[in-house]
C-alpha cells in the first residue's frame, strides 16, 4: 500500500493546525528544553498513545491514580475520549515546534459498538482528525484478518449484507483509509516480503528520526489464526533491529520503537494503593516488553509500548520504556532533545510524562490536584486543552447512527453477571450456557457441553436497581464483540480432560480458566502435578470416561486453535452454528437467567 507523503520538515499538517485553532484558550507555554530554532539542540515531542480498542466516548471510563496531596492514598480519575484526547493533544502540540502523534497498537477491535458497527471506520475517521503520523498493528487489528486490515489502512467500503447491522461506509460514499503509515518490522508475508513498511522517518529541521514498528509475535495464538494464514511473526527485537541498522545504513541515529507488547508493575503493599505511572525506577517491572528492550539495538533512545493495558514511564538499560493504560484514558509524551551536529538523541537531556485526559465529568478538586503536581509545561497543556469540535461532531454523527441497534432491549436478567472469581465466573458461566442452550438441538449439533475462553468475554453485565433488568444489544455486544460464529464438535473424555489440563501451561504461574456451562463440573488441584490437577470431572453429575464421546460447542476463534487451544483443531464432526451474539440474545429472550455457584472448586 502506498503511504501518505511525510509532512514537511518542521511544520503542522492542516488537520492538526486547524485543531489547534479550535482547541486551545490563552498563550501557549514552551517547554523548558525547546531552545529557540537555530540556536542549539532541537526538540521533537513524540506524544503516543497505545490500546485505545475504539472508546471514542468518554462514558464511565476512569483511572486510579496516586493521590498527590497523600501519600498512599488514590483518586479516582473520569478520564477518556476522543474528543477530549484530541484537545489535549492540540493542547501539547502548540507548546512545541515539532511534534509527532503515533499510536501503539489496537486501536481497534474489541470495541464499542460505535466503532464496531462501522467496521472501525469510525475509528479511523477520528484518528485522522486528531492529528495521528504514524502508528503500528496490535494484535486486535488482525481481528478480521489480513485483507480487512489492508482495507482499514487503504479505504475503500467493504461489501455489506442487507440484514447485518455493522455496516461499511455508512455515513459517507467512501471511506478513505488511515492519512497516516502503519509500520510493522516482524510480520512478512510468505515470500518473505514484509506486510507493511517496517519504519518511518520524520524530518526534524535537517535531523531525521526513526520509527519502527513491532507487534507482539504471540499474535498468532491470540487471533483467529485462519487471519493470518500465510503470515510469519517474527521475533521483536531481532525485527526491530534488522530495521535499526538498515535505518543507520541510511544516516538516520534518533530511534524511537513502537511494540505492541508490555510489561508490568507489581501492586503496591499498602491496600487500594496504585503503582505511580510517572515513577522511573519502576521496582519490580516485568514483562516480556523487559527482556524485548535488553536486547535491542543500544541506538533505539525510546520504547512506546502497548498490550497490558499498564500505565508506567521506565528506564529499563538507561533508556525509557512508556504506556499510558489504554482506551484513551492517558498519553504518553517524550520530549527528544535531538543534537544538530551527530543526529542523535540526549537522553540526558529528554524528558517524559503520562498525563490523563481529563474531560466534562473529572471532578473540578481531582483536576486541580493533579495540575497542581505536574511540571509547568504539562500543567498548562492540561489545563488549556478543550475537547476538539470536528473530533465530537464525527464521533456524535456515529452514536446517533448507532444508538438504534445500541439501544434496542433484547432481554432481562435476575442479576449482574460479573467477571470476578477465581476459577470460573458468572458472565463467563452465562456465555457458556448460552452456547449451549443455541446448539444442544439434534439438529444444530447435539452438544452437552460448552466451553468459552475468558479473554472472549469483554465486559459485565450490570444489573442496577431491582431485578429483573433490561439488556441491551449494546451491553450484549459489549460483552462479546468479536462476530464470533459457533462450532459443534467431537472430543474424547480424554481430549476434554487434556484440554481442562492445559489452563495452566509450563512457565505460567495461574491458569486461565475456560468458562463451562452447566452440568460440566471438576475440581481443579493446583499444588498436583501436572498432568493431574483436573479431578472428578463430571458431567451431569456422572464421571466423564476416557473413551466417552462428548458433543463440545466451542467459538470459531477457539476452533481454529486461538489462545493455543491447538487441540480444538483436530475436533471431528464438526457443524457450525449461531452467532455468538445472536446465541445470547437469544438465550435472554428465552429465560431471565441468575448468577449461581462456580463450576470448578478450587484447592490448593
Request: charged share 15%.
Amino acid at each position: 500500500m502506498r503511504a501518505p507523503p511525510p509532512a514537511r520538515p518542521g511544520a503542522l499538517s492542516a488537520v492538526a493546525a486547524a485543531l489547534l485553532a479550535g482547541c486551545m484558550s490563552g498563550p501557549a507555554t514552551s517547554p523548558a528544553s525547546a531552545p529557540a530554532a537555530g540556536t542549539g539542540p532541537l526538540t521533537l515531542r513524540v506524544i503516543g498513545f497505545n490500546d485505545f480498542h475504539g472508546n471514542l466516548e468518554p462514558g464511565t471510563l476512569s483511572l486510579t491514580l496516586p493521590d498527590p496531596r497523600q501519600p498512599g492514598a488514590t483518586l479516582r480519575v473520569a478520564a477518556g475520549g476522543a474528543a477530549e484526547m484530541a484537545g489535549l493533544v492540540g493542547a501539547l502540540r502548540s507548546q512545541a515546534p515539532h511534534s509527532v502523534v503515533v499510536s501503539a497498537g489496537d486501536m481497534v477491535g474489541a470495541t464499542p459498538l460505535v466503532s464496531a458497527l462501522f467496521r472501525h471506520e469510525s475509528t479511523v475517521e477520528a484518528m485522522n482528525l486528531l492529528g495521528v503520523d504514524v502508528a503500528t498493528a496490535g494484535n486486535h487489528e488482525f481481528d478480521a484478518g489480513t485483507a480487512e486490515l489492508q482495507r482499514l489502512v487503504g479505504g475503500g467500503c467493504a461489501a455489506n449484507r442487507p440484514d447485518d447491522p455493522v455496516q461499511s461506509c455508512a455515513l459517507q460514499p467512501r471511506y478513505a483509509g488511515m492519512r497516516f503509515p502503519l509500520v510493522l518490522a516482524n510480520v512478512l508475508r510468505a515470500d518473505g516480503q514484509p506486510l507493511f513498511a517496517p519504519s518511518w522517518v520524520r524530518q526534524v529541521d535537517g535531523v531525521r528520526v526513526g520509527f519502527v514498528g513491532a507487534v507482539t509475535r504471540s499474535t498468532p495464538g491470540i487471533v483467529v489464526p485462519s487471519g493470518v494464514a500465510g503470515l510469519r511473526f517474527e521475533d521483536e527485537a531481532d525485527a526491530i533491529n534488522r530495521s535499526v541498522d538498515a535505518l543507520q545504513a541510511q544516516g538516520v541515529k534518533a530511534i524511537v520503537a513502537v511494540i505492541h507488547e508490555g510489561g508490568e508493575l507489581p501492586r503496591p503493599a499498602a491496600p487500594g494503593a496504585v503503582a505511580d505511572w510517572n515513577d522511573r525506577a519502576c521496582p519490580g517491572f516485568s514483562g516480556d516488553i523487559v527482556g524485548i528492550v535488553r536486547r535491542l539495538s543500544p541506538q533505539v533512545d525510546l520504547v512506546l509500548s502497548a498490550h497490558t493495558h499498564q500505565g508506567y514511564n521506565c528506564w529499563v538499560d538507561g533508556r525509557p520504556v512508556m504506556q499510558a493504560y489504554a482506551l484513551g484514558r492517558g498519553l504518553s509524551v517524550a520530549d527528544l532533545v535531538l543534537d544538530p551536529a551527530t543526529g542523535d538523541v540526549d537522553r540526558a537531556r529528554s524528558v517524559t510524562r503520562n498525563l490523563p485526559v481529563l474531560n466534562a465529568r473529572t471532578e473540578p478538586a481531582v483536576r486541580e490536584a493533579l495540575l497542581a503536581a505536574e511540571p509547568a509545561p504539562f500543567a498548562a497543556a492540561l489545563r488549556a486543552a478543550r475537547p476538539v469540535a470536528a473530533v465530537q461532531a464525527s464521533v456524535d454523527a456515529h452514536a446517533a447512527a448507532a444508538a438504534p441497534q445500541v439501544q434496542r432491549p433484547v432481554g432481562r436478567i435476575g442479576s449482574g453477571f460479573d467477571r470476578s472469581g477465581r476459577t470460573d465466573w458468572p458472565a463467563g458461566r452465562l456465555v457458556a450456557d448460552a452456547q449451549l442452550a443455541a446448539t444442544r438441538a439434534p439438529g444444530r449439533g447435539g452438544a452437552q457441553i460448552a466451553l468459552m475462553n475468558p479473554g472472549g468475554v469483554r465486559a459485565n453485565l450490570a444489573c442496577n436497581g431491582t431485578p429483573p433488568c433490561t439488556v441491551t444489544y449494546g451491553d450484549v455486544f459489549t460483552m462479546q464483540p468479536f462476530g464470533n460464529s459457533l462450532v459443534v464438535m467431537t472430543l474424547t473424555g480424554a481430549e476434554l480432560k487434556t484440554l481442562l489440563e492445559g489452563q495452566r501451561p509450563p512457565g505460567r504461574a495461574e491458569p486461565s480458566f475456560l468458562q463451562p456451562s452447566a452440568g460440566l463440573t471438576y475440581r481443579w488441584v493446583d499444588s498436583a502435578p501436572p498432568g493431574q490437577r483436573v479431578q472428578d470431572l463430571q458431567l451431569d453429575g456422572q464421571p466423564i470416561s476416557p473413551g466417552q464421546s462428548l458433543r463440545i460447542t466451542v467459538n470459531s476463534f477457539m476452533a481454529d486453535g486461538g489462545d493455543g487451544l491447538r487441540l480444538l483443531k483436530t475436533g471431528r464432526d464438526r457443524l457450525g452454528g449461531a452467532q455468538d451474539v445472536d446465541a445470547l440474545i437469544a438465550h435472554l429472550q428465552a429465560t431471565t437467567p441468575t448468577a449461581g455457584p462456580a463450576r470448578i472448586t478450587w484447592v490448593d
